[in-house]
């Protein structure tokens, strides 16, 4: 599917349903329920960003996910993986596939299964040392932006454009790499870690003077992401999935540095400490945090240059 966007797609997911009539910030939408094609989503998903990153800026540590890369692969591989479920019609034993920003290998190692070959691109060392080997594998130390890879059959990019202030150039390579589908899942819900919750206390106005109904910056959601595709001249097609979360530690000095680099700057020792220790509870050995139900959205679609 592709080509310039002159409606709406025949079937709206009903969160971006509400996402158009509700909006945050600027209207999303004219008179008649169509879609508001002036709104410059991409300068939107920017803002976004750089809101987010002004508050706290994890994502802009080069450290931050080499720190947090056991306790991310410790929660991860122990998660059901619907997302699977809706890459496995366009799977083949002939084919391969790049997995843009591939952590610690939730995905890339059982495609690699079922695939010819994988190209898995990370940047963080703390996470690639997290991939098990594959004969059919390749791991290239880098950011999508810079990654030198060559074209595959499929590629997938999963909950990794959430610190990405300029999104059309990532997504367009993503495009320009693959010959028969490109799949980008993201969360339509808010993050579901101890950190999220610890700063939004702090934000409440609980601590340090904050402005009572004061709520932290968002990071970009699903349905942004739909709008951008949109404006970009693709209209994917749609998944959604709705899957529990915990987040795993292995002790608590894991679980403190999990959350003062993702609270950032507004991180207070003594309150942060005691916040953590009431969010968590001990399961065997590990110490979770239960993040309930998530809601992600998958888009997938035909590479515009092969329709």
């Not at 800026?57 to 080499?66: F, T």
């Not at 990370?122 to 004969?135: L, V």
């Not at 679980?255 to 207070?268: Q, S």
């Amino acid at each position: 599917m592709g080509g310039a966007v002159a409606s709406c797609p025949l079937f709206v997911p009903n969160p971006v349903k509400n996402y158009l009539r509700i909006g945050d910030g600027p209207r999303a939408v004219d008179g008649t329920g169509s879609l508001d094609l002036v709104m410059d989503w991409a300068a939107r998903w920017k803002e976004i960003v750089n809101e987010r990153a002004g508050d706290a800026g994890p994502h802009a540590d080069p450290g931050y996910w080499d720190r947090r890369s056991a306790s991310f692969a410790r929660s991860t591989q122990a998660r059901a993986d619907e997302f699977l479920k809706v890459v496995e019609p366009f799977l083949s034993p002939r084919k391969t596939l790049i997995d843009a920003g591939a952590g610690a290998g939730r995905h890339a190692v059982p495609l690699s299964e079922r695939l010819e070959w994988v190209t898995a691109v990370e940047p963080s060392e703390g996470m690639r040392s997290k991939i098990p080997p594959r004969d059919n594998m390749t791991i290239v130390a880098s950011t999508w932006e810079d990654a030198a890879v060559a074209p595959a059959d499929l590629v997938i990019c999963s909950h990794v454009l959430y610190g990405v202030t300029d999104p059309e150039p990532f997504i367009s390579k993503l495009d320009r790499c693959a010959r028969e589908r490109v799949f980008i899942m993201l969360r339509e819900s808010d993050l579901p870690h101890p950190a999220a919750a610890i700063r939004a206390r702090l934000l409440a106005g609980r601590v340090h003077g904050a402005h009572p109904g004061s709520t932290a910056p968002r990071m970009p959601r699903f349905s942004d992401l739909f709008m951008l595709l949109m404006q970009m001249g693709i209209a994917p097609d749609v998944r959604f999935l709705s899957y529990p979360s915990q987040t795993r530690y292995a002790d608590f000095d894991e679980a403190l540095v999990d959350a003062r680099g993702l609270v950032g700057d507004a991180w207070d020792e003594s309150t942060g400490r005691s916040m953590l220790e009431e969010l968590l509870t001990r399961d065997g050995e590990d110490l979770v945090f239960d993040g309930g139900s998530v809601l992600s959205g998958v888009a997938h679609w035909q590479p515009r240059a092969k329709t």
